[in-house]
């Protein structure tokens, strides 16, 4: 029978690692294009002779496009499927990544992130999808945990090799070797089976069975894993009009938007995308010295985000959470007063770095990955498609207002102040998170659908009686 000799096991398991492994590569994807910007623009500030507003646009129209990506994928990875949907978001990628490190002017370059953005938007919503219906069970929720890993991975990747390009302040170079990534996720994506969830959702059962014979250990599992699918295929999509008619499932569906909200107005994005001008602010003029803080940067954020891995399941989602927002509100007030007071001396600069840096340790260790965790969990599987999909375009349009207005506040309410705002939001999400968000930590799915729809406050959907 085949999965069951002891070759063809390890033989299944390593198939299982490396399909896990292309899907996060959009992950890193993801990462790479959200980080790249941050070194890249003030290069071609200076190249294409810029306003802030122009320079704004560059860097949101990558968001505008990204939410474009995600409303439109929630479509497409239902009739196409989920490889489809990543070959095409893996097109994309190649083609923005050529187009942006090619444009003639600011206008072109800005068309080029929107098709970037359409990339990105298309990953965040399909991978992890993917990766959740492609997983066995058991490493199931480690996988997004990874996925949000290898996002901070691909930021990274992105800011060291901004930094190897700025000695030569070649920006082209910055945005077009993200080209070779994109180029290996589409061949990889080639190698990928269909989502076996979806071959069933389509009819293809033998052609589901075929893929999890595949990966999984047994067939024994394989047929097992097909016939809860089977079961559960029977509870059927009907996302719109249960969002019309029924006022349980609006309230998960607002849930997701504010989760969305709070984690891209924590101000975490400012830092991602305008790191180096930030340390320009705190006082630090030369280039390198940029560069090389806001690489820093980077590996804080993906060395933070294991501590989120380690504490979600043990200290739960709720208690992470609220550590974090308050560690970003000190972190952004203390940032703000030093803006206020002046940063003079040597020791003040490296402070203000510090803070930067615990602000960054307290998104990492909670918002990151415990926000997609959360919009995961909290919808009914009857409507999770809609659910999902309406509160990854919110993460994308809220991160598009950020990126949008950033400088601007700068110019006008002054420094201290725009952090201070930041500071502000981030207290009221603590507030928020105490009064609205619930505890999902050893709760199964159908445990919080359960009290969900019937009607317990939100707050309590993941309690156990
Ligand atoms: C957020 C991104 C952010 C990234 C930083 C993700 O969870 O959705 O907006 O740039 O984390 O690590």
């Known amino acids: 029978m085949p999965g069951n000799t002891h070759k063809s096991r390890t033989s299944n398991k390593v198939m299982t690692l490396f399909v896990c492994f292309l899907a996060a590569l959009a992950g890193l994807l993801f990462g790479l294009d959200i980080g790249v910007i941050a070194g890249a623009l003030p290069f071609i500030a200076k190249d294409f002779n810029v306003t802030s507003h122009q320079q704004e646009w560059i860097v949101s129209s990558m968001m505008f496009g990204a939410a474009i990506g995600a409303i439109g994928s929630g479509w497409m990875s239902s009739r196409l499927g989920r490889k489809k949907s990543l070959m095409a978001g893996a097109i994309l990628f190649v083609i923005g990544s050529l187009w942006s490190a090619m444009a003639p002017n600011p206008e072109l370059l800005i068309a080029a992130r929107v098709v970037l953005g359409l990339a990105v938007g298309v990953a965040s919503y399909t991978a992890p999808l993917y990766l959740s219906e492609i997983a066995p069970e058991k490493i199931r929720g480690s996988m997004i945990s990874l996925y949000q890993l290898m996002i901070t991975i691909g930021i990274l990747g992105a800011y060291l090799s901004d930094t190897a390009f700025s000695y030569t302040g070649n920006w082209r170079w910055m945005l077009g070797v993200i080209t070779i990534p994109a180029i290996l996720l589409l061949i990889g994506v080639f ?72 984690q891209q107005f924590t101000g975490m994005n400012v830092i991602m995308y305008y790191a180096p001008k930030i340390f320009e602010i705190a006082g630090f003029s030369n280039t390198t010295e940029q560069m090389w803080g806001t690489v820093i940067v980077g590996l804080i954020n993906v060395l933070a985000t294991f501590i989120a891995i380690g504490l979600v399941d043990r200290w739960g989602r709720k208690p992470t959470l609220t550590l974090g927002f308050l560690v970003m509100a000190v972190g952004m007030g203390i940032l703000g007063t030093m803006l206020h007071i002046g940063i003079e001396s040597p020791g003040a600069q490296y402070f203000a770095v510090a803070m930067l840096l615990m602000f960054i340790i307290g998104f990492a260790m909670s918002a990151g990955p415990l926000i997609w965790v959360l919009c995961s969990e909290i919808q009914p599987l009857k409507g999770r498609d809609f659910g999902i999909t309406v509160s990854t375009t919110t993460n994308w349009i809220a991160n598009m207002i950020v990126g949008a207005t950033f400088l601007t506040m700068l110019n006008s309410l002054g420094n201290a102040n725009t952090f201070w705002v930041y500071a502000g939001l981030n207290i009221l999400f603590i507030i928020f998170t105490v009064m609205l968000i619930p505890e999902t930590k050893n709760v199964s799915l159908e445990h919080i659908e359960r009290n969900l729809m019937s009607g317990k406050k939100l707050r309590d959907i993941g309690t156990k009686e």
């Open 191 to 262: 190698f990928l089976p269909n989502s076996p969830r979806w071959l069933a959702a389509k009819g293809h059962f033998r052609d589901a069975q075929r893929v999890l014979d595949r990966l999984r250990d047994t067939s024994e599992q394989a047929k097992r894993e097909l016939d809860e699918i089977r079961e559960s295929l029977k509870i059927k999509q009907t996302g719109w009009s249960l969002f019309r008619e029924n006022s349980n499932f609006r309230r998960a569906v607002f849930l997701g938007v504010l989760l969305q909200v709070m």
